[in-house]
C-alpha cells in the first residue's frame, strides 16, 4: 500500500493565496472526492500538486509514502505515480494518441531500453476495449478536434496505460451528457483496485452515484470544512453548500 | 585551352602534370603541392580550371561570372545584413585533394562528437563529417549503385567528370535553368564551382532506387561550392537525395551550392535535402528545376543549423500541365536564421504548383518564409496552392513571412494560408504531466507539427530527422 499525504498545504498564484492548509491523506485502494462551490481552491490543489509552474506552494508539504515530492519537477512527479486528468486538457497537433502513450511510457524506463511495440499496441488495445473506445481514437491527434466527452474519455485511457498510483481527477464530469458520464465512470470503475488512489474532484453529487467514494471532504475558501463518507454527499446535495457556510458560521 | 595551360606554366607549377586523367573513378587519388589560396581573383580561376583541363568555353563560362560575381551588390535591400559579414578575402575557393585537414579529433568539439554518437553514426564517417579526414571511402557502395544504373543507360557522376565525359548534354542545359548573373551567389558559384552530380536520364527509364550524393562524397564534394545538374529525358523518373542529418562541421563559413534541373516532356523529378551545417556556415544557394510538358518536379528540403540559410527551391513551369511542388521544413535555433521558402514561374496554361513550408523558431532563433508565385496575364487554368505554418518555441523566437503572389488574369485558382502557432505553457505542462521531460515534451511537439510533412520523407530520413529534433531541443531547455 502506498499514501499520498497532504500536509496543511497553502497554495499561492500570483500574490494571492488560494489553498490555505489543507490536510488529507489517500492510500491506494480509496476514493475520496472533494466537493465545494466554484473558485474554492479545488483544482487549484491538484495542480499544484502535480508541480504547475504557475502555482507556489508557500507552506506545508505533499508526500509520496513518507517522502516530499515538492522539490521534485512535474515529470518526476509523474513518474513517481502522480497522474492528473485535466479539466481542459491541451491539444498537441501531429502526435497521435498513440505515440503520445508510448512516448510516455517510454520516459518511465530506464536508459538504454526500449518499448515493445507489439506488446505495446496489444496493452493498448485492451485497454481500449475495456473502455468502450473505438481503435480509430489512437491514430487521431492528442485532444486536436475532440469532444468534451472524447477529451475525458482520452485522460482515462492515458490513467488506464499510465498505472499511476494516485489520479486526481479535476471536474471529470463537466461538460458530459448523461451517457458520456455513465462512459466515463465506468472507466473510472474498471480501473479501481487496491493500487489506486483516487481524489475525484467535482461540484455535484451527480458523478458520485456513478464512482461511490470512501471519503467525502467539502471545500471551501480554501480549506477542508467537512469530511464524512458517501451519505455526505446526499446530504450536500438536498441541502446546499450554504448549509455548510452556515454551520461554519455558527461554529 | 592550350594557351591558357601554357601561360600558367610559365607563371606557376603545373599542378596537373603526371596525373592520369583517363581514370573514371570517382576517388582521386591525386595530390597537389598547393592550392588557390585565400581570396578570388582571375588567377583563382585560371587555377581552378587549370586543375580540372577544362575546355576553353567552360574557361570562359568562369572568367564571365567572376566579373558578374564582381559587378552584383549583395541583396542585402531585401535580405539579411549579416550578408556583409561575409569576407570574400579570407575564403578557400578552391581545396586541392591531397590538402590535409589541419584538424584533429580532439579538438572537435565535444556536442558534435555527441551528435554523432546519438545518431549512430560510424566511426569512420565521423572523422570524415567532422574534417578530420578529407575522405570517406565510399567507393564500394558508390561503384555498385552506378554500375546498377548505368546498365539502363543513366549517367551519374561528379559533374567534373560529366563535363569532361559528356560535354555534348552537359552543355545544352549547364547555366540554363539558372543564368550565371540570377544573383550574386550563383555567378560566385558558376565561376568557382566544383563537385556537385551530374546525372542523365535516358527516355522512359525509372530509376528504381534514389540515387544519394551520399555515397560519393569527397573532400571535393564536401565542398563549399558544389554544382549540380540532372536531366531525366522525356517520360523517365528519378529521386536524388544529398546530404545526411549529421551535422557537417565545417570550418569553410561559405557555402554556396547551385542545382539545375531539367524533367523533359513527362519526366518525374524528386530531389530530397536534409541539411545540418554547423552554426558558423552562410548557406546560400541557389535550386531551380525547368518543368516541360506534363514534367513534374518536387524538391523536398531541410534544413537545419547553420548561421545563415537562404534557399528558396524554384520551378519554373514551362510545359503545358507541368506541375512543381516544394514542400520545407526549416528549424532555427538560436544565433541561426533560416530564410528559406519556394519560386514558382507559371509559363505554360493549366500548369499547378503547390508550396508547404514549416518553420520552426527555438530561443532567439529566426525563420523566414519568403515566397514567390508568379502567374502571367495571357496564361489560362493555373492553380498554387501556398501554406506555411511557423512554429514558435520560446516568446523571443521569431518568425517573418513574406508571400509574394502576383497573379494576373482572372482565370487561375490560388490559395494561400499561413499560420503561426506557440508551443504554449500549459501544453508543455501536461505533457510533463504525462512523465516526459521537458525536452522530450517540446520535441514531441516539433515533430507533430512537422509529422506531416517528415511522412514524405523516405523512412531512414525521416527517422533520423526525429532523432535531430530530439537533440535540438533537448539543447533548447535548461
Redesign the interface.
Known amino acids: 500500500m502506498s499514501s499520498l499525504e497532504i500536509k496543511n498545504l497553502h497554495v499561492s498564484t500570483g500574490d494571492k493565496e488560494i489553498v490555505k492548509g489543507v490536510t488529507l491523506t489517500i492510500n491506494t485502494g480509496e476514493i475520496h472526492a472533494i466537493m465545494g462551490p466554484n473558485g474554492t481552491g479545488k483544482s487549484t490543489m491538484a495542480k499544484a500538486i502535480?508541480?504547475?509552474?504557475?502555482y507556489v506552494i508557500t507552506e506545508g508539504d505533499v508526500l509520496i509514502d513518507g517522502k516530499s515530492i515538492l522539490e521534485k519537477?512535474?515529470?518526476e512527479r509523474?513518474?513517481e505515480g502522480?497522474?492528473?486528468a485535466?479539466q481542459y486538457?491541451?491539444?498537441?497537433?501531429?502526435?497521435s494518441i498513440a505515440?503520445?502513450?508510448r512516448?510516455?511510457?517510454q520516459?518511465?524506463m530506464a536508459e538504454g531500453e526500449e518499448i515493445d511495440a507489439s506488446a505495446y499496441y496489444k496493452r493498448l488495445y485492451q485497454k481500449m476495449d475495456l473502455l468502450k473506445i473505438d481503435r480509430k481514437f489512437t491514430s487521431r491527434?492528442v485532444n486536436e478536434g475532440f469532444s468534451g466527452g472524447e477529451k475525458k474519455r482520452s485522460e482515462i485511457l492515458?490513467m488506464a496505460m499510465?498505472e499511476p498510483k494516485f489520479a486526481l481527477m479535476d471536474e471529470t464530469d463537466s461538460g458530459l451528457d448523461i451517457d458520456a458520464l455513465r462512459i466515463v465512470s465506468d472507466g473510472v470503475n474498471s480501473l479501481r483496485g487496491p493500487n489506486l488512489g483516487i481524489l475525484l474532484i467535482t461540484h455535484y453529487q451527480r458523478l458520485l452515484s456513478y464512482i461511490v467514494p470512501d471519503h467525502v471532504h467539502v471545500m471551501i475558501e480554501g480549506r477542508i470544512v467537512k469530511s464524512g463518507d458517501k451519505s455526505l454527499a446526499l446530504e450536500l446535495e438536498s441541502r446546499g453548500y450554504d448549509w455548510v457556510k452556515n454551520e461554519l458560521a455558527t461554529a | 585551352m592550350s594557351e591558357i595551360t601554357d601561360t600558367l606554366e610559365t607563371t606557376m607549377e603545373n599542378p596537373v602534370a603526371g596525373i592520369d586523367q583517363s581514370n573514371g573513378n570517382f576517388k582521386y587519388d591525386m595530390t597537389y603541392d598547393f592550392d588557390a589560396g585565400t581570396g578570388l581573383n582571375e588567377r583563382t580561376v585560371d587555377y581552378i580550371s587549370s586543375v580540372k583541363k577544362e575546355a576553353q568555353w567552360i574557361y570562359d563560362f568562369r572568367q564571365s561570372a567572376l566579373k558578374t560575381f564582381f559587378a552584383k551588390p549583395l541583396p542585402t535591400h531585401w535580405a539579411s545584413k549579416d550578408l556583409e559579414n561575409i569576407n570574400f578575402d579570407k575564403i578557400r575557393y578552391y581545396l586541392s585533394q591531397g590538402q590535409k585537414p589541419k584538424r584533429t579529433w580532439d579538438e572537435v568539439p565535444d556536442d558534435i562528437k555527441r551528435t554523432f554518437e546519438r545518431l549512430g553514426i560510424p566511426e569512420q564517417e565521423r572523422k570524415f563529417l567532422a574534417g578530420v579526414e578529407a575522405q570517406f571511402d565510399s567507393e564500394a557502395a558508390y561503384s555498385n549503385i552506378k554500375e546498377a544504373v548505368s546498365k539502363q543507360g543513366v549517367i551519374f557522376m561528379n559533374s567534373t567528370e560529366g563535363l569532361r565525359e559528356h560535354p555534348e548534354i552537359f552543355r545544352k542545359f549547364f547555366g540554363k535553368v539558372i543564368p550565371t548573373g540570377d544573383n550574386k551567389f550563383s555567378a560566385l558559384n558558376s565561376a568557382v564551382f566544383s563537385g556537385g552530380s551530374f546525372i542523365y536520364v535516358p527516355p522512359g527509364v525509372k530509376v528504381s532506387h534514389p540515387l544519394q550524393a551520399y555515397f560519393r562524397i569527397n573532400a571535393e564534394n564536401f565542398g563549399q561550392f558544389e554544382r549540380t545538374l540532372i536531366i531525366c529525358d522525356e517520360g523517365s523518373e528519378l529521386t536524388y537525395m544529398e546530404g545526411c542529418t549529421a551535422p557537417k562541421f565545417s570550418t569553410a563559413t561559405l557555402h554556396s551550392a547551385v542545382v539545375e534541373l531539367v524533367a523533359l516532356k513527362g519526366a518525374k523529378i524528386q530531389y530530397i535535402t536534409v541539411q545540418n551545417w554547423s552554426s558558423n556556415v552562410f548557406n546560400l544557394v541557389t535550386k531551380r528545376g525547368l518543368a516541360h510538358e506534363e514534367s513534374e518536379i518536387k524538391w523536398i528540403d531541410c534544413n537545419i543549423g547553420s548561421r545563415l540559410t537562404m534557399k528558396y527551391p524554384g520551378v519554373v513551369l514551362k510545359g503545358r500541365k507541368a506541375r512543381g511542388e516544394v514542400i520545407s521544413i526549416a528549424l532555427a535555433n538560436d544565433g541561426q536564421h533560416q530564410d528559406t521558402g519556394a519560386k514558382m514561374v507559371h509559363a505554360a496554361d493549366e500548369t499547378t504548383s503547390t508550396v508547404v513550408s514549416k518553420s520552426i523558431s527555438v530561443g532567439q532563433g529566426r525563420a523566414t518564409y519568403r515566397g514567390v508565385v508568379h502567374i502571367p496575364k495571357n496564361l489560362k487554368g493555373c492553380k498554387n496552392n501556398t501554406e506555411c505554418d511557423a512554429l514558435l518555441i520560446n516568446s523571443n523566437s521569431r518568425t517573418d513571412t513574406y508571400p509574394a503572389i502576383t497573379v494576373r488574369g482572372d482565370r487561375h485558382a490560388v490559395q494561400h494560408e499561413a499560420s503561426v502557432?506557440k508551443v504554449?505553457?500549459?501544453?508543455i505542462?501536461?505533457?510533463?504531466?504525462?512523465?516526459?521531460?521537458?525536452g522530450?515534451?517540446m520535441s514531441?511537439?516539433v515533430?507533430?507539427?512537422?509529422?506531416?510533412l517528415a511522412r514524405q520523407f523516405p523512412m531512414e530520413y525521416s527517422v533520423e530527422l526525429k532523432r535531430l529534433i530530439d537533440l535540438e531541443m533537448e539543447g533548447s531547455v535548461g
Do not use: C, K, W
Not at chain 1, 502535480?50 to 504557475?54: F, I
Open positions: 502535480a508541480g504547475h509552474p504557475d519537477e512535474s515529470d509523474a513518474r502522480i497522474f492528473l485535466f486538457p491541451s491539444e498537441i497537433p501531429g502526435v505515440n503520445f502513450l512516448a510516455a511510457l520516459a518511465r491527434a492515458q499510465l | 502557432s504554449s505553457a500549459e501544453q505542462f501536461y505533457m510533463q504531466q504525462r512523465g516526459l521531460t521537458e522530450q515534451a514531441l511537439s515533430n507533430g507539427f512537422i509529422n506531416d
